[in-house]
């Protein structure tokens, strides 16, 4: 069966690694490597309501001209059906990456995707699993994912747990990435790599002069942020392709809030780097912009002129930083979270703004402001909005609440599996965060209050009896 012909998108960029899955290499004539790989979209375990988004990418990286013959096929034991077959000719250096919408309605239980490329007598191949559950609903009504803070960025909110979190080991690290996948959180967003502990005020920083700090070696700032894990990034990475899951690392912080063309040539920078660094893993999903932004998108302006600079910043923003990231890993999600506060008033920015954004990942739905929509109100116009723009709606479940101090502290288990089951037009649920709110019994170093064993136990509890 030859289902309808994939989307296209040519970019020049360099050597990109699959997202999650295989990559093979295989010589070309002037002693570079082509390559090939493959991102589903979401990754693992989604229902039969939820598409599923396969990307393809394709690199030549000889010195000439080739025609390759593209095939996807889907195969469940024993059994393989083509869903795609073109011819393609691709120049020298330059990549193609493939966008097709797969309908999952008739298919359940565990799948293979399989991507392969001819040309002459090369041929390669990538492939990754998918396992397709029957649903009335979207969401799996489980997270599949969670953030992970190397460091709380507010001493405020992380007081229970970031003189915990900075004892960490390397080994300690990958202890987490275990329990994350004990509780099938197979996804995990590293909220930051930088922290910038100096900024005040808009705009009076630039790339040059970021004072911010790295939590692994960087060679873009000298700053180092005091843990006791040498690399805690690579330990998460690698124990996360041991065990066939998903990281995105969150590319910054450089400021709050901030789109402006310094923090875009920041991230630039930064994205370059953490994918020379660490983009030979498997497990590197995609990018994530941790600046944040509230529902409106015009960061709380005040007048209109200032609504739209701010507006037209961010469409700017993820328009260039998403092209930067193809040159790079063409196909790899490039993914935002906002608050679901004040959506009406960026009504008339979305849509140029998820042209450029493959996953947004919206905050605060059980916590809307009293004179605002609701919070199912503001999930389904969000919905709609991604729906039509081609982009990934994704939760972000708060699984904590605030002490009168603005600590946080675990939210009870009824609050969380509430959300799950409320908010059920979610794709994927990425819950924040794992340290310091979930604590596996069996680490050496419990993250947090005693509650936080207490949530984790009682949520393998409920992952089990669903």
């Not at 010195?63 to 195969?75: A, F, S, V």
């Not at 969401?139 to 960490?168: M, P, Q």
């Amino acid at each position: 069966m030859i289902l309808p012909p994939l989307k296209k998108r040519n970019f020049s960029c360099g050597h990109p690694f699959a997202a999650a899955l295989a990559l093979i290499l295989i010589s070309s004539s002037c002693g570079r490597a082509d390559s090939i790989f493959l991102t589903l979209l979401p990754p693992g375990e989604i229902t039969d309501k939820t598409d599923l988004d396969i990307r393809a990418g394709l690199i030549n990286n000889s010195c000439k001209e080739k025609t390759y013959e593209i095939n996807i096929y889907r195969t469940q034991a024993g059994l393989k059906e083509q869903i795609f077959n073109q011819s393609e000719k691709v120049k020298p250096g330059e990549s193609i990456c493939l966008k097709h919408i797969y309908e999952t309605g008739k298919i359940s239980g565990d799948n293979t995707i399989v991507l392969e490329a001819i040309s002459g007598k090369d041929t390669l191949y990538a492939s990754g699993n998918t396992s397709i559950i029957h649903s009335g609903t979207r969401s799996t009504k489980k997270a599949g994912g969670a953030f992970v803070g190397i460091c709380h960025w507010s001493e405020v909110e992380g007081k229970h747990w970031n003189d915990d979190i900075r004892k960490l080991t390397d080994e300690d690290w990958r202890m987490m990435v275990r329990s994350m996948h004990r509780l099938g959180m197979d996804i995990i967003v590293i909220q930051e790599l930088f922290r910038n502990e100096e900024y005040v005020g808009k705009h009076t920083m630039t790339a040059d002069t970021y004072p911010g700090k790295a939590y692994y070696d960087s060679g873009l700032y000298g700053g180092r942020v005091q843990i006791t894990a040498e690399d805690p990034v690579e330990a998460i990475f690698s124990e996360a392709d041991r065990l066939g899951m998903h990281v995105l690392p969150g590319i910054g912080l450089y400021a709050w809030f901030d789109f402006s063309e310094e923090s875009l040539k920041w991230h630039k920078q930064a994205a370059r780097e953490v994918w020379e660094r660490y983009g030979h893993h498997k497990s590197f999903y995609g990018f994530y912009v941790p600046e944040e932004s509230g529902g409106s998108l015009d960061n709380w302006e005040k007048t209109p002129e200032m609504r739209a600079q701010r507006k037209q910043e961010i469409v700017t923003f993820f328009k260039e930083f998403k092209s930067f990231c193809a040159s790079l890993a063409p196909g790899k999600p490039v993914m935002l979270a906002t608050n679901s506060f004040g959506i009406r008033d960026g009504l008339d920015t979305y849509p140029a703004l998820l042209e450029n954004l493959d996953i947004l990942c919206p905050f605060g739905f059980a916590r809307m402001p009293e004179d605002d929509i609701t919070g199912q109100e503001a999930a389904d116009i969000l919905q709609g909005l991604c729906d039509k723009a081609g982009a990934h709606l994704w939760f972000d479940l708060e699984a904590f609440l605030f002490y009168g101090d603005a600590s946080l502290y675990p939210r009870d288990i009824k609050g969380i599996t509430d959300d799950l089951e409320t908010f059920s037009n979610f794709e994927k649920v990425i819950c924040y965060q794992f340290p310091g709110v979930f604590s596996d019994p069996r680490a050496r170093i419990r993250v947090g209050e005693e509650k936080t064993e207490d949530l984790f136990r009682e949520y393998e509890s409920y992952i089990d009896g669903q």
